[in-house]
């Protein structure tokens, strides 16, 4: 990534119509708010193209200020993934057919609680440090065999035909899980000269 910087963002999910819509949408939200540079998209790896979010995603943003009333859904495809500095799935398997597409993006490509777990663990960017670098940071040590199967501690459930979860706390949790991925990769103390103009738009 040119200079370290983060200005591509891409959320994934299964069929782009429920976790990844609302996972963009409310970063996109969060770094507009703080004048944060960034585009934010996001897909489905099994994604029909031009579905809308389903009827509870729809209503589970709403209750956020968020109107995903016009998104329509894409199926993750190479460019995508090529030209994201930062790949925020929500599942395992998601990761996996990411890299599958581009073997190179596996150090730039985690799941949500992934992300934030690691990055709890070796703290928020520091001053100075590109978010580049942090990802670096994060990455050490991974290994793709970590990844396999399912897991609770990584997985963010999909609320679709999923008797355990709604999509009400499907919302509640990726919220959450997202006002702390920005704080860990833009500190409100961090820095701010590197950053320029927000260029979030919604996302398709």
Partial sequence: MSDGAIERILVVCTANQCRSPIG???LADRLARRDLAATVASAGTQAMEGAPATDGTVR????YGIDLSHHR???TDPEMVDTAQLIVTMERHHLREVVVLDPTAFA???TLKELVRRGTEIGPRTPGETGGDWLERVHAGRRSLDLLGASAVDDVEDPTGNRFTDHESMAVEVSELTD???ELLWPSGGERAAFRPVRSRPTR
């Fill in 73 to 75: 859904s894409r199926r």
């Fill in 108 to 110: 730039r490509s985690f």
């Fill in 24 to 26: 963009a949408a409310m």
């Fill in 180 to 182: 702390r991925m920005v």
């Fill in 60 to 63: 589970a943003a709403a209750r």
